[in-house]
């Protein structure tokens, strides 16, 4: 049963960058797009970037848009969320997420269209 591992959050100022990781792991892995999501106390979850696996092609949230940039590493069944001039609204929980089947010209943006989840990562960015 695949598994998604969240890791690289923690506690930067304003201005600052983190770049969080999220590894598969599963005798066979295999997605159509993966996808970074966080939640912060009292919301809900909100999509912040998606990729598409085999493409390559992204899409972001526009309150994160050229500040983060989402990539993935095919051979290590990886992908990454580099933050830069973070703000302290991006405080919270960030969890990665795997769409394992689906259509790869489909941008996947909603939490309840992927199916496999990372116990999630905190980034707290502070004033």
């Known amino acids: 049963q695949a598994q998604l591992v969240d890791s690289g959050g923690g506690l930067v100022q304003a201005g600052g960058s983190l770049r969080l990781s999220c590894a598969a792991s599963g005798r066979t892995f295999s997605t159509t797009a993966m996808g970074w999501f966080r939640q912060a106390p009292g919301k809900e979850r909100e999509f912040v970037a998606t990729?598409?696996?085999?493409?390559?092609?992204?899409y972001y949230a526009d309150s994160v848009k050229g500040r983060f940039t989402i990539s993935r590493d095919n051979a290590k069944t990886t992908v990454y969320l580099q933050m830069n001039s973070l703000k302290p609204e991006d405080t919270a929980v960030y969890y990665c997420?795997?769409?394992?089947?689906?259509?790869?010209?489909?941008?996947?943006?909603?939490?309840?269209?992927?199916?496999?989840w990372g116990q999630g990562t905190q980034v707290t960015v502070s004033s």
């Open positions: 990729i598409n696996w085999n493409r390559g092609s992204t």
């Open positions: 997420a795997a769409k394992r089947a689906g259509y790869s010209g489909y941008i996947y943006r909603f939490a309840y269209e992927y199916d496999t």
